[in-house]
T-cell receptor, first 113, second 115 residues
Framework: EPEVTQTPSHQVTQMGQEVILRCVPISNHLYFYWYRQILGQKVEFLVSFYNNEISEKSEIFDDQFSVERPDGSNFTLKIRSTKLEDSAMYFC???????????FGSGTRLTVV | AQKITQTQPGMFVQEKEAVTLDCTYDTSDPSYGLFWYKQPSSGEMIFLIYQGSYDQQNATEGRYSLNFQKARKSANLVISASQLGDSAMYFCAMRKRSNTGKLIFGQGTTLQVKP
């Protein structure tokens, strides 16, 4: 069964450093998402991406965050200057159509120290 | 505004018994979808079951069924014949049918299955 692949599975970074979280969505999917889950809390929507542009973003997704689909297969989330409160599990998801058949990656656990 | 509420932070169930995890939602949209996901301790999000707002029948997937009561705006997950491997966090989520299709999640319920 097709999978959404996320790398790395764990990342530890120092406060103020830039991090890039990588995702390879399912190849025929057109809609891509990033979600965040702070430890022990609910999953929160960050951003959706379609047709090479952001289609919606939450208030969490401020100027420190950016997304890119650089080569037609990878979908990346960049945090420019990490803060302690960015420590969380980050999930990538993709769907073929908006709102159907979401497939989540296994997540990247980001720890900012 | 759309909202998902899971009022049970934690639940216990005896192995082989059935358990119901509660979920209520709030939306003014006539078209929406409701999802349940399982998150084991390893952290991944596993899709369990989906219910569309226009579906006439309650969704079922193996041991999982969704008790959809549209007038009450509830979408409770029923797990029959609980197994030890069912111990996990369970999230209810709602999708608004829009050009983005983002999901809004509830706070989650931790289920512990006792042997």
């Amino acid at each position: 069964e097709p999978e959404v692949t996320q790398t790395p599975s764990h990342q530890v970074t120092q406060m103020g450093q830039e991090v890039i979280l990588r995702c390879v969505p399912i190849s025929n999917h057109l809609y891509f998402y990033w979600y965040r889950q702070i430890l022990g809390q609910k999953v929160e929507f960050l951003v959706s991406f379609y047709n090479n542009e952001i289609s919606e973003k939450s208030e969490i997704f401020d100027d420190q965050f950016s997304v890119e689909r650089p080569d037609g297969s990878n979908f990346t989330l960049k945090i420019r200057s990490t803060k302690l409160e960015d420590s969380a599990m980050y999930f990538c998801a993709s769907t073929e159509e908006a709102g159907s058949g979401y497939t989540f990656g296994s997540g990247t656990r980001l720890t900012v120290v | 505004a759309q909202k998902i509420t899971q009022t049970q932070p934690g639940m216990f169930v005896q192995e082989k018994e059935a358990v119901t995890l509660d979920c209520t939602y709030d939306t003014s949209d006539p078209s929406y979808g409701l999802f349940w996901y399982k998150q084991p301790s390893s952290g991944e999000m596993i899709f369990l079951i989906y219910q569309g707002s226009y579906d006439q029948q309650n969704a079922t997937e193996g041991r999982y069924s969704l008790n959809f009561q549209k007038a009450r705006k509830s979408a409770n997950l029923v797990i029959s014949a609980s197994q030890l491997g069912d111990s996990a966090m369970y999230f209810c989520a709602m999708r608004k049918r829009s050009n983005t299709g983002k999901l809004i999640f509830g706070q989650g319920t931790t289920l512990q299955v006792k042997p």
